[in-house]
């Protein structure tokens, strides 16, 4: 892989909320999944940036005790068959990172049919555009577990603590902090500022914008 020419190991960047505004279409998905089944809404936002199956699993609520992939199989079929828009700088910034030869892996909660959808569909890009994909299914344990960022700088041979980051939730950022990240970046896309500082974030930016002149060094 060619030397970065700036002084960023890699670029690692959460896909929903973060590339892409897929989080109101998830709202909507289980908003209407809770209405079918008669069921209170519970706080949405306990599902943000981490994997559905591990909230269906761990967390209590009118779920419990059912099989959290029966779960989650079943709010899918709620969501909404859209393109997420794309956060605004989202392409620019993967272009500039591949223009300053920086290394690129999307770390996401999802699965990897939805990262190909959101590239292509809401983000012009293939799944040549990034160097690494690490999914839901690549890890035994999810954000906020550092383990996809451990594996995203491992498959990269990059340094997490020379590392940029951006993320929407708390769970990721703790997630890459917890890697060693030491540049991890808060989108508000989904949550107040204060939440993702809270969490670490160096700073937060209501898209990714900012962040492309942070590959220049």
């Known amino acids: 892989m060619s030397r970065p020419l700036a002084g960023v190991s890699a670029l690692l960047l959460d896909l929903d909320g973060t590339l892409v505004d897929s989080e109101p279409l998830h709202r909507r998905g289980y908003e209407a999944f809770f209405a079918h089944k008669g069921w209170d809404v519970p706080d949405l936002t306990i599902f943000t940036g981490r994997r559905a199956e591990d ?13 959290p ?6 709010v899918l079929l709620h969501v909404p ?8 700088g989202a392409r620019e910034l993967i272009e500039a990172a591949r223009a300053t030869r920086t ?3 999307i770390v996401t ?3 990897p049919a939805w990262v190909e959808r959101s590239l292509v569909e809401s983000l012009s890009l293939g799944l ?13 344990d999810g954000k906020p577990h ?3 960022f451990a594996l995203a700088c491992e498959r990269l041979g990059a340094d997490p603590a020379q590392a940029l980051a951006a993320e ?3 769970a990721g950022v703790r997630a890459a902090l917890g890697a060693g990240v030491r540049q991890v970046h808060g989108l508000s896309t989904s949550h107040a500022p204060e939440v993702l500082l809270e969490a670490g974030a160096v700073e937060v930016h209501d898209d990714l914008r900012p962040l492309r002149a942070l590959l220049d060094g």
């Open 128 to 140: 040549d555009s990034v160097d690494v994909v690490v999914t839901a299914r690549d890890v035994v």
């Open 103 to 105: 290394p690129v892996a």
């Open 81 to 88: 068959d859209e393109a997420a828009l794309a956060v605004p």
């Open 69 to 74: 992939a029966a779960v989650l199989a079943e």
């Open 109 to 111: 909660s999802a699965g």
């Open 168 to 170: 929407d939730s708390p």
């Open 55 to 67: 909230v269906f699993a761990t967390e209590p609520g009118p779920w419990a005790g059912l099989d």
């Open 146 to 148: 550092p383990a996809g």
